[in-house]
């Protein structure tokens, strides 16, 4: 039954802002006004108060126009509550909200005992009780709200009109005037229209939504249909970027879920959790729902590195023959191309296969196509540690409830189809999806360790096809290698970046037989000295290098000292042709890296380098490398 | 209750204070009576003819007039400052008074001019119709300005040059009225009749008794007009008829008594803050009672002071209520509240 409605309401001042207004408000329910502002939420408000003229149309009170009520009948029906009162003084708590017994009270006001009772029942309910004797204009925002409101209770109103009643709230107070509206529509019956211009409170407190638009005022709309993107966005005016930046995820987060954090040099960097991590928290909170009936507020699982994993699930609802749960991926700060996408774990039970998890891949999750990986060729790319995680998780949420059956999952992953793409995916051999990967179940951003670990895979494939490997730091090397030795073409090369000592042992444990690296002087000149680790932040050392195998070669001081003072390497080989040393001291150079390279090799395959230089080109290769291009067919 | 003790305390402090100055104001004067030739003139039974003379036609309605105008300023004043929502608004600041005089100067100069006599209703209606004319200009006003501080300075304003032009109507009266004259523009108690008082009375008590019966609507309205209207306070009427009585009760004390100042403010105030409590209904009373004692306090000390040379008792009421309203502009300003 609508208690409020109005028929082809055109509201304005002096001229009508909107027309044709076909609303209606419930007993028992909170409507709320939403849109931009300006467009009208306060003037249409205050049309329904009775405070302002309808432009046209009309405003009807169960069934009765409202102009036809007498003032007094109509605030016994209707209360408003604004955002602003005028500055009162000396006037208790209990005082202001005895105005709202005014449409009861007699002719000089004078309270009865009812009426007080009615005072106190109304502070108390907006538990403002013990503000009754305390100065108006001496308490807070939030209490004076509270007051202002049980002063529309003591009206005991069929319909309670709101105008921003959260705008000067922080956020306690704001929580608690939406739990007071709460009880006031859904156990004192009232019909509440409330204008909101903060979209997340509307949602959370709304049953039902008026669009307010300069353009027009929607009909009554049910939540989700108004705070759906598209609804949204048209009525605000906003690009889709800005509501992503507005509403990410399901709601705003102010905070991430998952606070863990490494340091890296000068700065603190949050960890995030794995793919695996958060299919096995999808899996624990779909079983969760399935074994208990109850939907998780939040899961959690401790993961293989000791770190506990809290976080609540995007949604987790039952689906036709199980339960299906989505945890948000978070990488932290390390973004990576699954950050943001929910991982969803499909649950159902199985009675008859005790204490069994089978595990597969849905949507989104890749399939292994080459040899080499985790997993076998034709399997869901759901790495084993994950795998161990969910069977973990599930069986750990069967034991909670002594359940005996064992447990189908199917691991999908939304948008993951498009974001394997981005990744190397495709070619390690995993194709139509992401992978499901991670060892210690926590993501620590830029962590040397997970490079590695994609090094390791990388040199693993390249010994599937050969025993023969090329080693290149960036880019550079890459190229040099395309332009110089296009006949090399057949041999595997993977980018190592800074990593030459580990990658060269890799090689030896993959049991390569010549490994060749090629690589920009500025890099290696660096093996040189013997630093296996060429990242600037580890060593540096390239032109004390030069320097001293300059002097080695008979430069003179200054010579040594311009070297020293150089910015760059190719600022080195210049000031060498100067002094007409750069075949020796490159010959020298060439000799100690191959002397370094031999010991970190151990004897364990052949390992030449060639140097270049973008600006010099060709600057030399060592001894070794001289026999694998000739071999190799290169040179 | 700890509200109603303090109430009753402060209400028979007034009523006490207001005998104690009434009585005071009846033997005090240029001519010393002693009580006993007071008791023997208001029993009728004096044989000090001069005596009950003086206090029957002069002192005697003098005090009456002075509660009943006393009473009506400060009730105007507490009207004005409810209807604007502001503390310092009154008959006097917002030039009401001003206006009211301006009228009562050009009738009393026209009327004089012809031989006529002025009758006191002639003068409380053309007070009356200075008034509205010059609350129309502050509602008028009201409607452009949210600050009530700008308003107050427009009512100052139209104050002076109601004043001004008052100045120069006097400039063209003939002598013989102008002492007269000038006596009334400076506000002043002296010379009231008791036709006077009748005529006051006839127009100020029925006006205060309707201010009283307006106290529900007035509380209401002390949260600002939309609350007032919200919990179903006919808005409209009930403004112009705050407007009408205020107007009528600041007239009328200008038609007998010249602007007097400061009074509308300060006791309105001071009566709050005795009460603790700004509900009409408890503070309508008490303005009446205080506005007079406060008022037979001033004339006593206009009379006294420098006798027999009688101070305008305008002087007198700025001296006691400038300084209230310095202290609120002051507290105003100083952020309590917000507003």
């Known amino acids: 039954m609508s208690?409020?409605?109005?028929?082809?309401?055109?509201?304005?001042?002096?001229?009508?802002?909107?027309?044709?207004?076909?609303?209606?408000?419930?007993?028992?329910?909170?409507?709320?006004?939403?849109?931009?502002?300006?467009?009208?939420?306060?003037?249409?408000?205050?049309?329904?108060?009775?405070?302002?003229?309808?432009?046209?149309?009309?405003?009807?009170?169960?069934?009765?126009?409202?102009?036809?009520?007498?003032?007094?009948?109509?605030?016994?029906?209707?209360?408003?509550?604004?955002?602003?009162?005028?500055?009162?003084?000396?006037?208790?708590?209990?005082?202001?909200?005895?105005?709202?017994?005014?449409?009861?009270?007699?002719?000089?006001?004078?309270?009865?005992?009812?009426?007080?009772?009615?005072?106190?029942?109304?502070?108390?309910?907006?538990?403002?009780?013990?503000?009754?004797?305390?100065?108006?204009?001496?308490?807070?925002?939030?209490?004076?709200?509270?007051?202002?409101?049980?002063?529309?209770?003591?009206?005991?109103?069929?319909?309670?009109?709101?105008?921003?009643?959260?705008?000067?709230?922080?956020?306690?107070?704001?929580?608690?005037?939406?739990?007071?509206?709460?009880?006031?529509?859904?156990?004192?019956?009232?019909?509440?229209?409330?204008?909101?211009?903060?979209?997340?409170?509307?949602?959370?407190?709304?049953?039902?939504?008026?669009?307010?638009?300069?353009?027009?005022?929607?009909?009554?709309?049910?939540?989700?249909?108004?705070?759906?993107?598209?609804?949204?966005?048209?009525?605000?005016?906003?690009?889709?970027?800005?509501?992503?930046?507005?509403?990410?995820?399901?709601?705003?987060?102010?905070?991430?879920?998952?606070?863990?954090?490494?340091?890296?040099?000068?700065?603190?960097?949050?960890?995030?959790?794995?793919?695996?991590?958060?299919?096995?928290?999808?899996?624990?909170?779909?079983?969760?729902?399935?074994?208990?009936?109850?939907?998780?507020?939040?899961?959690?699982?401790?993961?293989?590195?000791?770190?506990?994993?809290?976080?609540?699930?995007?949604?987790?609802?039952?689906?036709?023959?199980?339960?299906?749960?989505?945890?948000?991926?978070?990488?932290?700060?390390?973004?990576?191309?699954?950050?943001?996408?929910?991982?969803?774990?499909?649950?159902?039970?199985?009675?008859?296969?005790?204490r069994t998890v089978t595990i597969d891949g849905g949507a989104g999750v890749g399939r292994v196509t080459k040899p080499g990986l985790d997993q076998p060729v034709g399997a869901a790319a759901i790495n084993r540690v994950p795998r161990q995680m969910i069977t973990e998780a599930l069986l750990r949420e069967a034991d909670a409830v002594g359940y005996g059956g064992g447990f189908a999952v199917v691991i999908s992953i939304e948008g993951g189809e498009a974001a394997a793409k981005r990744t190397f995916n495709p070619h390690l051999g995993v194709e139509g999806g992401l992978s499901v990967l991670g060892t210690s179940g926590i993501v620590e951003p830029m962590s040397q360790q997970a490079l590695l670990d994609t090094l390791q895979i990388e040199i693993h494939q390249a010994a599937l096809k050969s025993h023969r490997l090329i080693l290149a730091p960036g880019n550079y090397g890459l190229d040099y290698l395309a332009a110089n030795y296009p006949a090399l073409h057949e041999i595997p090369v993977v980018k190592i970046s800074n990593f030459i000592g580990e990658a060269l042992d890799m090689a030896a444990a993959e049991h390569f037989a010549e490994v060749l690296l090629v690589g920009h002087v500025g890099k290696l000149v660096k093996l040189a000295g013997g630093i296996m680790n060429t990242h600037s932040r580890c060593a540096d050392c390239r032109t004390e290098l030069f320097c001293a195998y300059a002097a080695l070669c008979g430069a003179d001081a200054a010579t040594c000292r311009a070297l020293m003072d150089a910015a760059t390497t190719d600022a080195c080989l210049d000031i060498l042709d100067a002094a007409q040393l750069r075949e020796p001291v490159m010959a020298s150079l060439l000799t100690a890296i191959q002397t370094h390279l031999d010991r970190r090799a151990a004897g364990a395959f052949k390992v030449g380098a060639v140097l270049f230089s973008n600006r010099n080109g060709p600057l030399g290769q060592t001894k070794i490398a001289d026999t694998l291009l000739k071999l190799w067919g290169g040179a | 209750m700890h509200t109603s003790k303090r109430m009753t305390i402060a209400y028979l402090a007034m009523a006490a204070a207001l005998l104690a100055l009434f009585a005071l104001n009846l033997f005090w004067g240029s001519v010393a009576l002693s009580p006993a030739d007071i008791a023997a003139a208001l029993l009728g039974r004096g044989t000090n003819a001069l005596a009950a003379n003086i206090l029957l036609q002069l002192r005697l309605p003098r005090a009456v007039m002075v509660v009943l105008l006393g009473a009506a300023l400060s009730v105007a004043g507490y009207l004005l400052q409810t209807f604007f929502a502001n503390p310092i608004a009154g008959p006097f600041v917002m030039g009401i008074s001003s206006g009211a005089k301006l009228a009562v100067a050009l009738t009393m100069v026209v009327f004089l001019n012809r031989g006529l006599l002025t009758g006191s209703l002639t003068l409380i209606l053309a007070a009356f119709a200075g008034a509205m004319a010059a609350m129309l200009f502050v509602l008028a006003v009201a409607r452009r300005v949210q600050q009530m501080s700008i308003l107050v300075i427009c009512g100052v304003m139209i104050g002076y040059i109601c004043s001004a032009v008052t100045d120069i109507v006097v400039a063209f009266a003939q002598d013989s009225n102008i002492v007269n004259l000038h006596n009334w523009s400076m506000g002043s108690f002296s010379g009231m009749t008791w036709g006077n008082v009748a005529t006051a009375a006839a127009i100020v008590l029925p006006c205060l008794a309707a201010a009283f019966l307006l106290s529900k609507p007035m509380a209401a309205y002390q949260l600002g007009e939309s609350y007032a209207a919200s919990v179903g306070v006919p808005v409209r009427a009930f403004s112009v008829v705050l407007v009408l009585l205020s107007s009528l009760l600041a007239a009328c004390v200008t038609a007998f008594a010249g602007p007097i100042s400061f009074v509308g403010i300060a006791v309105p105030h001071l009566v709050k803050h005795t009460l603790g409590s700004a509900k009409p209904l408890r503070v309508l009373p008490g303005c009446a009672l205080g506005g007079a004692a406060f008022c037979l306090l001033c004339d006593l000390i206009a009379r006294s002071l420098f006798a027999p040379t009688e101070l305008s008792i305008s002087s007198v009421t700025a001296v006691f209520g400038a300084p209230v309203v310095i202290w609120l502009l002051v507290r105003r300003h100083s952020g309590e509240g917000t507003v």
């Open chain 1, 3 to 354: 208690c409020c409605e109005t028929q082809n309401l055109s509201v304005g001042y002096g001229a009508p802002l909107l027309r044709d207004i076909a609303l209606h408000a419930e007993r028992g329910k909170i409507l709320a006004l939403i849109g931009p502002n300006g467009a009208g939420k306060s003037t249409l408000l205050k049309t329904l108060a009775g405070q302002l003229a309808a432009q046209g149309g009309a405003v009807l009170l169960d069934g009765q126009d409202l102009t036809a009520y007498t003032p007094n009948a109509r605030a016994r029906k209707l209360a408003l509550m604004l955002p602003h009162t005028a500055r009162t003084e000396l006037t208790s708590c209990f005082e202001v909200a005895a105005a709202g017994r005014y449409p009861y009270t007699g002719r000089l006001g004078i309270l009865s005992d009812t009426d007080r009772q009615q005072v106190h029942d109304a502070l108390c309910l907006v538990r403002a009780e013990e503000l009754e004797d305390r100065d108006f204009a001496r308490i807070s925002d939030g209490q004076r709200q509270r007051v202002l409101l049980a002063r529309a209770v003591c009206q005991q109103p069929e319909i309670l009109l709101l105008d921003e009643p959260t705008s000067f709230l922080d956020v306690k107070g704001k929580a608690e005037l939406m739990d007071i509206l709460q009880v006031l529509a859904h156990e004192k019956n009232v019909a509440v229209i409330v204008t909101l211009h903060e979209l997340e409170l509307a949602q959370r407190l709304a049953d039902a939504v008026v669009c307010v638009a300069p353009s027009g005022v929607s009909a009554v709309l049910a939540p989700q249909d108004a705070f759906a993107q598209d609804n949204i966005c048209a009525l605000f005016g906003l690009t889709t970027d800005q509501y992503a930046v507005l509403f990410a995820g399901s709601g705003a987060k102010p905070k991430p879920q998952f606070e863990h954090y490494i340091r890296s040099g000068q700065r603190l960097l949050r960890c995030g959790y794995t793919t695996g991590t958060c299919a096995a928290l999808g899996a624990a909170g779909a079983a969760r729902l399935l074994l208990t009936g109850h939907a998780p507020e939040s899961v959690g699982l401790r993961t293989p590195k000791g770190i506990v994993v809290e976080v609540a699930p995007q949604f987790c609802r039952l689906t036709a023959d199980g339960a299906a749960c989505a945890i948000v991926k978070d990488g932290g700060d390390d973004i990576d191309a699954t950050t943001g996408l929910p991982v969803i774990a499909a649950v159902t039970l199985l009675p008859g296969a005790p």
